[in-house]
T-cell receptor
Framework: EPEVTQTPSHQVTQMGQEVILRCVPI?????FYWYRQILGQKVEFLVS????????KSEIFDDQFSVERPDGSNFTLKIRSTKLEDSAMYFC????????????FGPGTRLTVL | QQQVKQSPQSLIVQKGGISIINCAYE??????FPWYQQFPGKGPALLIA?????SEKKEGRFTISFNKSAKQFSLHIMDSQPGDSATYFC?????????FGTGTSLTVIP
């Protein structure tokens, strides 16, 4: 069964550093998402991406965040200057099309900001 | 902006019992109502979902009941098993994003 993959599984960084989280969505999917989940809390929407542009973003997704699909397979989330409160699990998800609503999640990247 | 309210926060059920988790929503634009199951250290995985044109959907031991007028839907797990112990999220969908509930931690005692 096709799956969404994410790397790295765990990233530790110093406050103020830039991090890039990588995702490889399912190959024939068109819609891509990033979510985050602070330990023990709910899954929070960050951003959705379609046709090489952001289609929707939440209040969390401020100027420190950016997304990119650089090569047609990878989908990346960049945090320019990490804060302690950015520590969370970050999940990538993909969706084939709006009429097929099963959103597949990757296993997540645990980001720890020290 | 709290669009989705999920209850209870945690639930303990004996093996073989029925687990019931509820989700109330405000946004009438939601047109797809899934439940996700999440095990520790894993990403959420779709368990079962319903569209608003039906009031109930059953898949094996899992049933969704949907009440459009009350803007509520619930997950019923029949004959609950220890392997069902996980966190469950409702996540209604607008067409552009999924709005996750706060989650319910289910523990099924052998």
């Amino acid at each position: 069964e096709p799956e969404v993959t994410q790397t790295p599984s765990h990233q530790v960084t110093q406050m103020g550093q830039e991090v890039i989280l990588r995702c490889v969505p399912i190959s024939n999917h068109l819609y891509f998402y990033w979510y985050r989940q602070i330990l023990g809390q709910k899954v929070e929407f960050l951003v959705s991406f379609y046709n090489n542009e952001i289609s929707e973003k939440s209040e969390i997704f401020d100027d420190q965040f950016s997304v990119e699909r650089p090569d047609g397979s990878n989908f990346t989330l960049k945090i320019r200057s990490t804060k302690l409160e950015d520590s969370a699990m970050y999940f990538c998800a993909s969706l084939r099309d709006r009429g097929q609503d099963t959103q597949y999640f990757g296993p997540g990247t645990r980001l720890t900001v020290l | 902006q709290q669009q989705v309210k999920q209850s209870p926060q945690s639930l303990i059920v004996q093996k073989g019992g029925i687990s019931i988790i509820n989700c109330a929503y405000e946004n009438t634009a939601f047109d797809y109502f899934p439940w996700y199951q999440q095990f520790p250290g894993k990403g959420p995985a779709l368990l079962i979902a319903i569209r608003p044109d039906v009031s109930e959907k059953k898949e094996g031991r899992f049933t969704i009941s949907f009440n459009k007028s009350a803007k509520q839907f619930s997950l019923h797990i029949m004959d609950s098993q220890p392997g069902d112990s996980a966190t469950y999220f409702c996540a209604p969908f607008t067409g552009n994003q999924f709005y996750f509930g706060t989650g319910t931690s289910l523990t099924v005692i052998p």
